[in-house]
């Protein structure tokens, strides 16, 4: 998953995007790195602690779908049927995570292939993990089915009236399942230690068109009625699903893209060096494993950047603003068909496996088509954000292996750690060993777990073999494990810099001591990563003079580029620059993608007036927030509403 282009800094990322049959256990405990770096056990360490299902007694191998989708109630129904691999001859039961759902009745095939009701149990909910659910399997069924129902309120779909969509004509209907939302609207072992294939028959109403992460076909006939496959083995949070207005535009003979029919031919443009990026990442890690890849641009309410679900990424219509400045998200989506996808972490405290592996590798495709210069600009925002975001109290998430117990949330991963330390990491390595050697040890990695949940010590074990021990000397085991186990980053990290950057840091200097814009003849030749650094590099605050004169300028005010108003609108707010105020509450109600609304908010909440301000906007926008979106922005009003109640004061004495 991409949280962000320029990552984002604050907590929240996943996964994943942005996602295994285990492979065999680690045999060996690494050596503790430092002093905070005691190692659990692997049993503890590969432990989900997410999921209620017993992966080591019985997984689900095939999933078949019968759904129908309901605008009108903002509900899916049907019967989801597994098939079953018992792996504990002793066990009895399937269990299976399951979050807000309606459960209308339980079946299992028996040895004659006729359906008999099972017996199950749906347990209390838990705020965090949900319903778990109990089916009693005394024959040890080699498949059930259970027919059930989702709550208009699930947190892993959302319900646009047509109103929230591009064309605003009709209703629309997505899915986003990681890290543990797909148990919303579908029960299964929501754990990416169980992969399964799927096939799904999914009935709407004739004007909709649907796609999952599966085979769709770019001739499909519009009619109410679609059937899917999907012939690889995934793990649940890339079952995906959409509904809409949505037509199909080629890029090439295996990639295209699917909008809204006021949307496609802007993402075909901008988008229109997929199948190059492709091609750079085959040639480097091996071929594309997936058949097709197709790009769906959702409605400006998606909550993240991208999400990989495989075949079809996911991606915000916020990253097409006409220039391809953006594009490095279909890169990181993409990598993710070799690192998440195809190779996958055991557990969300592995999150770095996918993230951070995934950013080396998006970031290795934007220097081979796009030159060193624009990697080099991506990769210092990051790390600046990196900087900003980990502090004294964060530390046990600044570990890229997370010790069991330290993340109360699969979700709140720090983004710092699992993408941008991550891709250090790879970058560390692929500096010491060289990047030839690195690359082929990285495309073996892929080989030979590929299909497969590993975990942090898994990876330690293998890159301790072919890599530490192949070529000696160059990397110690107490070096590797600082990056594993210890929070921060290791002094030895190489660092980059960015001429670019200098020149826009000079130009901000400059208008800081005498007050003299950048001129255009150097500001016209800007990307949005030099605009990003000029506006990062502010003080704090600015005069409402200061903000006026470059507004005048740049035009900041009402842009269309997400990443400089998730930047000026903050500003703004500190500075008292209120001639932002009506096209920043505009903005917040347009976009649902937290990335760039969330820093606005945090802004705001900090002021009494700024408060006002942003429960005012949230009401405005919650309709077309996912529900995501919602809980985040719920909590940020909650902390300072209940930082601004007067405290009680002590008895006297």
């Known amino acids: 998953m991409r949280q962000t282009l320029l990552l984002l800094s604050a907590v929240v990322a996943l996964a994943a995007g942005c996602a295994r049959e285990s492979a065999p ?9 430092g002093p905070e770096a005691a190692m659990p056990a692997d049993a503890a360490a590969r432990h989900d602690e997410y999921s209620y299902a017993e992966p080591d007694k019985v997984k689900t191998t095939e999933l078949a779908l019968e759904l129908a989708i309901d605008f009108d109630r903002k509900q899916i129904a049907g019967t989801a049927t597994y098939t079953l691999d018992w792996l504990d001859q002793a066990a009895h039961q399937l269990v299976l995570d399951t979050r807000g759902l309606a459960i209308d009745k339980v ?3 028996g040895k004659d292939g006729q359906w008999a009701p099972l017996q199950y149990e749906l347990a209390a909910a838990d705020p965090l993990l949900g319903s778990k659910l109990t089916i009693q399997t005394p024959e040890r069924n080699a498949t059930v089915r259970i027919a059930y129902k989702t709550s208009p309120d699930a947190s892993g779909l959302q319900w646009l009236a047509p109103s929230m969509t591009e064309g605003k004509q ?9 890290q543990i939302h797909a148990r919303s609207w579908v029960p299964l072992q929501d754990t990416t230690q169980v992969r399964f294939t799927y096939t799904a028959h999914v009935t709407a109403p004739k004007d909709a068109m649907v796609l999952m992460s599966a085979d769709n076909d770019p001739d499909a006939a519009r009619d109410g009625d679609y059937s899917f496959t999907m012939p690889q083995k995934i793990p649940s949070y890339l079952l995906a699903i959409a509904a809409g207005d949505l037509v199909f535009k080629p890029i090439s003979e295996r990639s295209g893209v699917w909008a809204e029919p006021a949307m496609v031919d802007k993402a075909q443009q901008e988008f229109a060096d997929t199948e190059k990026m492709i091609q750079t990442a085959e040639s480097l890690y091996g071929p594309y494993r997936w058949g097709r890849y197709d790009i769906l641009v959702l409605p400006p309410s998606f909550p993240y950047g991208g999400m990989e679900n495989p075949r079809l990424t996911f991606a915000t219509p916020t990253v097409i603003v ?7 998200l279909v890169a990181h989506e993409l990598a993710h068909s070799w690192s998440g996808n195809l190779v996958t972490f055991s557990t969300s405290r ?9 950013s080396y590798v998006e970031n290795r495709i934007v220097e081979a088509l796009y030159g060193k210069p624009q990697a080099d600009m991506e990769a210092v925002i990051a790390r600046a954000e990196l900087q900003d975001e980990f502090t004294d109290g964060n530390k046990p998430l600044q570990r890229l292996a997370i010790k069991p117990g330290d993340l109360d949330d699969p979700d709140n991963n720090l983004t710092g750690t699992v993408y941008t330390k991550g891709a250090w990491f790879m970058q560390f390595l692929e500096q010491r060993f060289g990047r030839a050697d690195f690359d082929a040890f990285l495309r073996g990695y892929f080989d030979h777990f590929a299909f497969q949940s590993i975990s942090s010590e898994q990876f330690r074990d293998y890159a301790k073999t072919n890599l530490l021990d192949k070529y000696p000397g160059k990397v110690s085991q107490q070096e590797f494990d600082a990056w594993l186990y210890e929070p921060g980053i290791p002094a030895a990290a190489p660092q980059v810099r960015s001429q670019r950057f200098s020149i826009v840091d000079a130009a901000r200097i400059a208008w ?6 950048p001129p255009p003849a150097l500001t016209s030749a800007w990307s949005t990563q030099e605009w990003v650094r000029f506006l990062e ?9 200061q903000l006026a004169a470059l507004d005048a300028a740049y035009h900041f005010t009402g842009t269309a580029n997400g990443e400089l108003a998730q930047r000026w609108y903050p500003l703004a707010v500190r500075s008292g620059y209120h001639v932002a105020d009506g096209e920043m509450a505009a903005f917040m109600q347009r976009v649902g993608r937290r990335k760039l609304i969330m820093p606005i908010y945090a802004a705001l909440v900090k002021t009494p007036e700024g408060l006002a301000f942003a429960k005012d906007v949230f009401a405005k926008a919650r309709p077309g927030y996912h529900p995501i979106t919602t809980g985040s922005v719920e909590a940020t009003i909650a902390k300072a509403e209940e930082g601004a109640k007067p405290s009680t004061p002590a008895p006297a004495p």
């Open 107 to 109: 079946e299992g095939a």
């Open 350 to 358: 592995d999150a770095w496996l996918n993230e951070g592996v995934t």
């Open 512 to 517: 800081q001591g005498n007050g003299k814009l």
């Open 25 to 33: 256990a680690a045999t060996s405990t690494p050596p503790a790195a």
């Open 537 to 545: 590099g502010m003080p704090e605050t600015l005069t409402v003079e």
């Open 322 to 328: 006409g220039d391809k400045s953006l594009v490095s």
């Open 170 to 178: 009709q209703p629309f209907m997505f899915s986003q399942s990681q």
